[in-house]
């Protein structure tokens, strides 16, 4: 899906954070939807919310949506801030080199591996394990993409490119 690529770039560019968290978080945007494909083939069912927390596409896109526009109308110089700068009694849990950016990142991360945990789950309890012979080939090619980025090669954007292509 090509908008939710376009999507997550704009916010990795607002959350300003280096290529592994770019890789890290934004990049499986397209995992999820994947994975959604993936358990509506072996189900029958297509189910686009998750359960956990509750949250729809809908209110994560309005909650996206308003941090792309809190940094269009203010700036994104506050995601490079340290989280202890803005409310220093959180000092005993975050270090000094935790940014808003970095908050965000996990924020979504844990979107994002909830989601796909939960067609994993979904695929798995009526029909045993063939989810994963569907989900090995995009997690091989982002762990190739997120290890280059973290290595700060110049070859990962071409396998994140791949990545949001094939799948």
Do not use: R
Request: overall charge negative; glycine content about 8%.
């Amino acid at each position: 899906m090509v908008q939710y690529t376009l999507f997550t770039l704009i916010l990795g560019y607002t959350s300003k954070v280096g290529p592994e968290w770019l890789t890290l978080g934004y990049g499986l945007i397209n995992l999820v939807m994947y994975s959604m494909e993936v358990t509506y083939l072996i189900t029958g069912a297509l189910v686009i919310n998750m359960e956990l927390v509750e949250i729809g596409p809908v209110e994560l896109e309005l909650g996206l949506s308003l941090v792309i526009l809190g940094a269009g109308v203010f700036g994104n110089t506050c995601m490079i801030k340290p989280i202890i700068d803005s409310i220093p009694t959180l000092s005993f849990i975050f270090s000094s080199s935790v940014t808003w950016g970095h908050f965000l990142q996990v924020v979504f991360l844990f979107l994002v591996l909830q989601t796909v945990y939960e067609n994993c789950a979904k695929c798995t309890e009526k029909h045993g394990y063939s989810f994963v012979y569907y989900m090995i080939g995009p997690l091989i090619i982002w762990t190739t993409a997120y290890t280059g980025a973290y290595l700060e090669t110049k070859l990962y954007l071409e396998y994140q490119v791949l990545f949001n292509v094939l799948y």
